[in-house]
């Protein structure tokens, strides 16, 4: 024991030989630790460490593109409308009856879900001629001029042609596990031009799609969690002012057929680039917290899916703080932030999953069985109405669907990106 107590003795007496070093590294120990708390710790970094924080989301990036690929899963596949789908089926907007014929096309060579990151918000505009001479017609009648039987017959006639909504309503039934994409408007921009009643309709078109499933966990303190979740979705931004959703009659037709809509929101972080994707939102057209229900993602109603999971297997849990878990299933969760928001894991830059000209598909130029069993994803790479972001891979030229790739690979393989308290303990430990 004595020796051991002069062990001890004589290296603190060492340490004290060297009190001014030793001053030094707790000193810088500290400060350390203060500026990671205050720049990792909590929603908002402390704006002077603001730069620290850019710093570490440049060297996320420059991790991404040292490593590259990865493993995309090989189950999701996209269908592109490119700059070919616009030289070959015409310009855009396309007749809906085009996405008929490719969801038939799909169907038949054994696709199992296909996720729109594309809203059809209004009515086929091929139709909207012969909508308008109905309308002219139905007038002359209420004002007691006859109009000859031959003409009422062919214009129904030419109705049932060119009504490529219900065209495309009807190929929405026959596939089933179809996702449409809605879209929640935030900025005054996104709403100018919008009217009440508009946004009004569309508020009652997405109530009948909410997240499937939403819990109080043990944690929750009734209904006060829910709102304060709410309150916290207001405070970060994200709660949103309307939507856009897609017309009555494809609406029904999910309904009718067993599919669903999903927003397909994508929020960059503060410089512009993307690095997580939300699986959440709550919306209420009243605008008041106690009023708004939970939305569920592209994303998660595309996984949901593929799955083939009911309403009451695909569960939001929230509780005190926030979030606590989403389940897909009793054998798949994924543990989000409080507000439901995942850190997104590239799988590798532009392209790196399979990619299809829309109109290679609608042609059916292609081999047989390329969907077989997939998720398939049709978004827009077109110049002039490509959804293109900008990520960790470098510039502007990121189609917004293959962002959605990523997510549900990532949803369905338990593979984010996790930064939680395990990973904070780690980093003040080695610190």
């Known amino acids: 024991m004595a020796h051991l107590i002069g062990k001890v003795s004589g290296s603190l007496r060492a340490l004290w030989k060297h009190r001014g070093a030793l001053s030094i590294s707790l000193g810088v120990t500290a400060a350390a630790l203060l500026i990671y708390i205050f720049t990792f710790i909590g929603e908002h970094p402390a704006p002077v460490f603001e730069f620290i924080h850019r710093t570490e989301l440049a060297s996320l990036d420059a991790r991404f593109q040292f490593r590259g690929v990865t493993r995309p899963d090989p189950h999701i596949v996209i269908v592109d409308i490119d700059q070919k789908s616009q030289e070959v089926l015409g310009r855009w907007p396309f007749p809906r009856s085009n996405?008929?014929?490719?969801?038939?096309?799909l169907r038949e060579d054994g696709a199992r879900v296909v996720g729109f990151d594309i809203t059809f918000s209004k009515p086929d505009e091929v139709a909207q001629p012969i909508r308008e001479m109905r309308t002219r017609i139905e007038e002359q009648q209420k004002q007691g001029r006859s109009v000859p039987p031959w003409m009422l017959d062919e214009l129904a006639r030419v109705e049932k042609d060119f009504d490529y909504d219900r065209q495309f309503a009807a190929a929405i039934e026959r596939f089933g596990k179809v996702v449409l994409g809605n879209f929640f408007l935030y900025t005054e921009a996104d709403l100018k031009g919008v009217s009440s009643a508009?946004?009004?309709?569309?508020?009652?078109?997405?109530?009948?799609?909410?997240?499937?499933?939403?819990?109080?966990?043990?944690?929750?303190?009734g209904r006060e969690s829910y709102l304060n979740l709410v309150r916290v979705y207001s405070d970060l931004g994200l709660v949103p002012q309307g939507a856009?959703?897609?017309?009555?009659?494809?609406s029904q037709a999910l309904l009718d057929g067993g599919g669903t809509t999903g927003f397909f929101n994508v929020t960059p972080d503060p410089d512009g680039v993307v690095r997580r994707a939300v699986l959440a939102l709550p919306y209420a057209r009243s605008g008041k917290p106690g009023d708004a229900d939970l939305y569920a993602s592209l994303d998660v109603q595309t996984a949901r899916l593929y799955l083939g999971l009911t309403d009451a297997q695909t569960v939001l849990n929230f509780g005190a703080a926030g979030i606590e878990s989403l389940e897909f299933?009793?054998?798949?969760?994924?543990?989000?932030?409080?507000?439901?928001?995942?850190?997104?894991?590239?799988?590798?830059?532009?392209r790196s999953y399979r990619y299809f000209s829309m109109a290679d598909v609608v042609n059916r130029n292609f081999p047989p069985g390329s969907f077989r069993d997939k998720i398939v994803l049709v978004g827009a790479s077109a110049t002039g109405i490509g959804d293109l972001?900008?990520?960790?891979?470098?510039?502007?030229?990121?189609?917004?669907v293959e962002i959605h790739a990523n997510v549900i690979d990532n949803i369905l393989n338990r593979n984010f990106l996790v930064r939680g308290a395990e990973q904070v303990q780690v980093d003040l430990l080695l610190i």
């Open 99 to 105: 996405f008929a014929k490719m969801l038939d096309v």
């Open 198 to 221: 508009t946004l009004d309709r569309y508020a009652t078109i997405i109530a009948d799609f909410p997240y499937p499933q939403v819990r109080a966990a043990a944690s929750a303190r």
């Open 244 to 250: 856009q959703a897609n017309i009555e009659s494809l």
């Open 329 to 350: 299933g009793p054998d798949l969760t994924v543990v989000p932030d409080d507000v439901g928001r995942v850190m997104i894991n590239f799988q590798g830059p532009v």
């Open 389 to 400: 972001r900008s990520t960790p891979f470098g510039s502007l030229d990121y189609p917004g």
